[in-house]
Nanobody
Framework: QVQLVESGGGLVQAGDTLRLSCVAS????????MGWFRQAPGKEREFVAT????????LYGDSVKGRFTISRDNAKSTVYLQMNSLKPEDTAVYYC?????????????????WGQGTQVTVSS
């Protein structure tokens, strides 16, 4: 079983930058796509970004487009989320996810594997 481990969350102020990392632990992992979702208290899990592993094409949620950038390191089985110009509305637990098959990549139901989450808190 593939294990995904997120890191890089923390407490920052509005306008700051964070970079999240997600490592597929234990072995080399080459999924179809890896992505990020987030969930704030009382809200549904929200699509943030995903990247197709083979060619690096990326999709973004409307609320983060232009501010966040997703990337991957194939050799390290690692996906990153560069978050610039953070806003209080970005406060959430951020989850890394991976899927081994094509699907509706904006939907959390399309992903086979999930990390434990990392907290991002943006103060005003």
């Amino acid at each position: 079983q593939v294990q995904l481990v997120e890191s890089g969350g923390g407490l920052v102020q509005a306008g700051d930058t964070l970079r999240l990392s997600c490592v597929a632990s234990g072995r080399t992992f080459a999924p179809y796509a890896m992505g990020w979702f987030r969930q704030a208290p009382g809200k549904e899990r929200e699509f943030v970004a995903t990247i197709i592993w083979s060619d690096g094409k990326a999709l973004y949620g409307d609320s983060v487009k232009g501010r966040f950038t997703i990337s991957r390191d194939n050799a390290k089985s690692t996906v990153y989320l560069q978050m610039n110009s953070l806003k209080p509305e970005d406060t959430a637990v951020y989850y890394c996810a991976a899927t081994t098959t094509p699907g509706v990549l904006r939907s959390p139901r399309s992903y086979n594997y999930w990390g434990q989450g990392t907290q991002v808190t943006v103060s005003s």
